[in-house]
């Protein structure tokens, strides 16, 4: 079994910068796929940045140039550097990765549990 879990969320006032990580553990052969995602009360659930194994990062025009993914394959975590944040991006943040558990075995998605980041003065 698979568990991500997320860390680093809380209240920063808007222009400061907070750091999300997301440790995964578990049975992991391969990662096809990492990102987070964010969804605010009353709207759905949207894609913030994504890394798919052999194509570019992909950023949502709402943080391209604010937020930058990295990913620590050695240590099976994944972070979000969020800079210049404003009071929109406040949300419930989910980091998801498609992992391959064994050689052959299918990809499946797994989540984290979600971290609130409020930005506020």
């Known amino acids: 079994q698979v568990r991500l879990v997320e860390s680093g969320g809380g209240l920063v006032q808007p222009g400061g910068s907070l750091k999300l990580s997301c440790a995964a553990s578990g049975s992991i052969f391969s990662i096809a796929a990492v990102g987070w995602y964010r969804q605010s009360p009353g709207k759905e659930r949207e894609l913030v940045a994504d890394?798919?194994?052999?194509?570019?990062?992909h950023y949502s025009d709402s943080v391209k140039g604010r937020f930058t993914l990295s990913i620590d394959n050695a240590k099976n975590t994944m972070s979000l550097q969020m800079n210049s944040l404003k009071p929109e991006d406040t949300a419930v943040y989910y980091c998801?990765?498609?992992?391959?558990?064994?050689?052959?075995?299918?990809?499946?998605?797994?989540w984290g549990q979600g971290i609130q980041v409020t930005v506020s003065s």
């Open positions: 890394f798919t194994a052999g194509i570019a990062t």
């Open positions: 998801h990765q498609s992992i391959r558990t064994a050689p052959g075995a299918r990809v499946d998605d797994y």
